[in-house]
């Protein structure tokens, strides 16, 4: 796959998380609580954003690479969409942004280039359930109900993610032209992201600022995480001109060390995955209750 030690310890925490998930499905299947396989489809959708996320669908350049912004002074991906690209230009060549400040918001491109990309994903599997669904139209039967009820459940996660991808257009829009507000609550595009959908969800005022205080431990986890996820990539680079050397001594402490940071950026790689899904969830309902 020609994977970076950073992408390799994603992918670990990514299937992790899958295995995890696919074994609860078993257990409420075997229970009969899955009886309109909406799980089971939730599940394959996701695997199919692992597989095309770290290139494993056998398509060439479907793989979405590292979010890191500068890689030998240039950026490492491009963004696949002229809308993004243009205002990325923008920035870049507007003289209001750090180095610094510029990292972080090519990760915030990136991030909403990956949240498109979910959201095609999500909308060819309607389509194909709708052409599915078109087919048996003469032969209505109790199984076209139940792919009825998951179909509307899959449209409304589509107007959530189409919702969400908007307003990281308008934020993107807001930053590129005006530049970073100091005073902004969150930094990382994923918090900014679920402070921005629970302010539109059914929370108290209570509840709310109790979910803002979460929101930034989540942050700080983050952070964490992109600390060792570079000292990871740091520890890979040492490694191999330290195979170069043919040094015994050096090469085992090295191996040591990165062995260590890689299981620590693995850890902490799930720790946020599972993290944002159990978040995503709760102001997933509450939004679903706005709708009711």
């Known amino acids: 796959l020609h994977l970076s030690a950073v992408k390799l310890a994603e992918l670990h925490s990514d299937l ?13 299947k075997a229970e009969g609580l899955d009886e309109d396989g909406e799980k089971e ?6 695997l199919n954003v692992i597989m095309t996320k770290y290139g494993m669908n056998g398509k060439k350049d479907s793989q979405l690479v ?12 491009t963004l696949d969409d002229p809308r993004l690209e243009k205002l990325w230009s923008k920035a870049k060549t507007s003289g209001k942004f750090s180095d610094e400040d510029l990292g972080k918001l090519w990760r915030e491109f990136k991030h909403h280039k990956e949240k498109i990309h979910e959201y095609n994903i999500l909308l060819e599997t309607v389509s194909r359930t709708e052409a599915d669904m078109h087919k048996n139209v ?6 076209n109900v139940v792919k009825e009820e998951i179909l509307h459940n899959k449209h409304r996660e589509l107007k959530e993610k189409l919702r969400s991808i908007n307003q990281g257009f308008e934020r993107l829009r807001k930053i590129s032209h005006q530049g970073y507000d100091t005073t902004s609550e969150f930094e990382e595009p994923r918090v900014i992201d679920l402070w ?11 509840e709310l600022e109790s979910f803002r ?8 986890k983050i952070e964490k995480h992109h ?20 040094d015994k001594d050096h090469l085992n402490r090295n191996k040591e060390k990165y062995a260590m940071l890689e299981e620590k950026t693995k850890e902490l790689g799930y720790k ?19 709708e009711l």
């Open 213 to 220: 205080e979460e929101l930034k431990h989540f942050e700080a």
């Open 196 to 206: 921005d959908m629970a302010k539109s969800a059914n929370f108290t005022e209570k």
């Open 138 to 143: 003469i032969n209505p039967s109790e199984e």
């Open 16 to 28: 992790k998380i899958q295995e995890k998930d696919e074994l609860s499905w078993k257990k409420l």
């Open 41 to 46: 489809a939730k599940l394959r959708r996701n």
């Open 272 to 290: 946020v995955k599972k993290h944002l899904q159990d978040l995503s969830s709760r102001i997933s309902q509450g939004l679903q209750h706005n």
């Open 227 to 246: 600390h060792y996820q570079k000292q990871l990539e740091i520890s890979h680079q040492k490694l191999k001109h330290v195979e170069e050397t043919g």
């Open 66 to 77: 590292d979010t890191n912004y500068i890689k030998d002074g240039t950026e490492s991906d």
